[in-house]
């Protein structure tokens, strides 16, 4: 899709998208790792919306998670083939340990997984399109011809349009 690359290393979060990326992110993880059961429903909740992490820690471990789980037999080893694959990098300043511990508030945090993914996806889906929907008022802003023009301003309003569909209260900045 256009704006996926368009946007993939261009972090235009401001600090409140930040928390809502960083938090659905975290959620999907969790769930990912401690219900197995789940795994094929957030890999095609992510796929079908065109969906990357944001967050580069959780994106970098959602790739080592991938990589992982095409060498192990049992969905059950993951986590703790994950924990040992982190325990051997060198140099690895990233704090995981919330992922594969589960304490009360975590527990509950997980608690109906089906109506969390819902929610962590719509979570991302709309950062997701609130970045392009920056991406493409810069890009109209910066049009240098009246076809570009055209170009990004009908996919801004389509950005709009999907924002307005997946949020009903979502109001333009």
Same mark, same amino acid.
């Given at each position: 899709?256009?704006?996926?690359?368009?946007? @993939?290393?261009?972090?235009?979060? +401001?600090? !409140?998208? /930040?928390?809502? !990326?960083?938090?659905?992110?975290?959620?999907?993880?969790?769930?990912?790792?401690?219900?197995?059961?789940? *795994?094929?429903?957030?890999?095609? !909740?992510? #796929?079908? /919306? #065109?969906?990357?992490?944001?967050?580069? #820690?959780?994106? $970098?471990? $959602?790739?080592?998670?991938?990589?992982?789980?095409t060498q192990i037999t049992n969905p059950r080893d993951l986590m703790s083939?994950?924990?040992?694959?982190?325990?051997?990098?060198?140099?690895?300043? *990233? +704090?995981?340990?919330?992922?594969?511990?589960?304490?009360?508030?975590?527990?509950?945090? &997980? %608690?109906?997984?089906?109506?969390?993914? @819902?929610?962590?996806?719509?979570?991302m889906q709309k950062i997701s399109l609130m970045e392009y929907r920056r991406?493409?008022?810069?890009?109209?802003?910066?049009?240098? +011809?009246?076809?570009?023009?055209? %170009?990004?301003?009908?996919?801004?309003?389509?950005?709009?349009?999907?924002?307005?569909? &997946? #949020?009903?209260?979502?109001?333009?900045?």
């Amino acid at each position: 899709m256009l704006f996926r690359s368009a946007i @993939k290393r261009k972090n235009i979060l +401001d600090k !409140s998208e /930040k928390n809502g !990326s960083e938090k659905a992110e975290w959620l999907l993880l969790l769930i990912y790792l401690h219900h197995p059961e789940y *795994r094929e429903i957030i890999l095609e !909740s992510l #796929d079908e /919306k #065109d969906l990357i992490f944001n967050v580069p #820690d959780y994106r $970098w471990l $959602w790739q080592v998670i991938l990589e992982l789980e095409t060498q192990i037999t049992n969905p059950r080893d993951l986590m703790s083939t994950l924990q040992n694959h982190l325990l051997i990098i060198e140099n690895q300043n *990233r +704090d995981f340990n919330s992922l594969f511990h589960l304490n009360e508030h975590t527990s509950q945090e &997980i %608690f109906q997984p089906e109506e969390q993914i @819902k929610g962590a996806i719509i979570a991302m889906q709309k950062i997701s399109l609130m970045e392009y929907r920056r991406y493409c008022q810069e890009q109209l802003i910066n049009a240098l +011809d009246s076809n570009q023009r055209e %170009f990004y301003q009908q996919e801004f309003y389509q950005t709009v349009n999907k924002l307005i569909k &997946i #949020d009903p209260h979502y109001q333009q900045a």
